[in-house]
């Protein structure tokens, strides 16, 4: 009888809880990952808790950038082959980890995403958002070799990033929604682990009903959901389980609007409403609901746009990854006018 099996890759070591950007190596070191020569990525604002981390290594070596671009990854490189490091650390948010998560896969080295704030997946995924000079890409890179949280550094995130965290953990309803249906129209590799944990992560959020980004217990429900879209996406081998419609529109968004962006997660969880509806998902209105009831961009009205913007975001939006196949290819205006009032009145 034929043994079937999987090789998956995911972190060796995650850790969720308060005080442990002091205890870093030691926490590595207990789960043998013997590192003595870091370099830490981070950034201006946060240095301090940088330093925090650096304390516990012999030969620290911290470096800051200032976004996300490519030419602060070349910076990182040029770091790298002159202090010869064993492992990067990314300290920090978003841009941060994704930096150094790419410079990592780059130069095959391995990286600790420490997060100071909880604003996307990005934590945990073998994804990394980077902007070029004719725009922002999501390139795939290697997962973290650990994950450590620390709750009380999450405590001082600005409250946006914090909701755009929720509203990205949220939209994991409709990514999935469109993973099954192109899996139904093109066979396209669909894995039932992943959407689960994609799935069940973002239900756990809409079920709380009410966030409370200044309680740790609730952070640690926010920051478990995000960790698990990212491995869900790792074990999928592709965004799939946490990027559909609703990242395709707001893609089509930043392009035609860059004047108007707002954080990535509350605009995918506004445009997760309009797909949702699109797709026939029962909790379509749930979600609008937990929107309001936590003061999230709500409606395109909240970012500005009216309906003919709408329609223009629409027809752009699949444009900007072609051969995601999502229902987006399914509908025409009449149907979009129709869930863009159900979604937002």
Known sequence: MPIFGSSVSLPILVRIEGNLLDRVNELLRESNLLFTKPLIVTMKEIRSMADEVSAGFKEPHIHEITDNSYPQVEEIEEVIDEVRPDVLLGVGGGRVIDVAK????????????IPTSLSNDGISSPVAVIRFRKGTRSVGVNMPTAVLVDLGAITSAPLKNLKAG??????????????????????????????????????????????????????????????????????????????????????????????KVTLHGEQVAMFAVFTSYLQDEPSASAQAEFLKRNELIATPKDIGLGFEDFKRIVKHAPSTRPGRYTILEEVDEVDSEKAFRKAYG
């Open 102 to 113: 790419f410079a990592g896969s780059r130069r095959i080295l391995p990286v600790v995403s």
């Open 166 to 259: 929720v509203g990205d953990l949220v939209s994991n309803i409709s990514a999935t929604n469109d993973w099954l249906i192109a899996y139904r129209k093109t066979h396209e590799h669909y894995d039932t682990v992943a959407a689960l944990l994609a799935r069940k992560s973002a239900f756990e959020m809409l079920d709380a009903r009410r966030i409370n980004l200044t309680d740790t217990s609730f952070l640690k429900i926010l920051a478990e959901g995000l960790m698990l879209s990212g491995i869900a996406m790792g074990i999928a081998g592709t965004s799939r389980p946490c990027s559909g419609s609703e990242h395709l529109l707001s893609h089509a968004y930043d392009e035609l609007y860059p004047d």
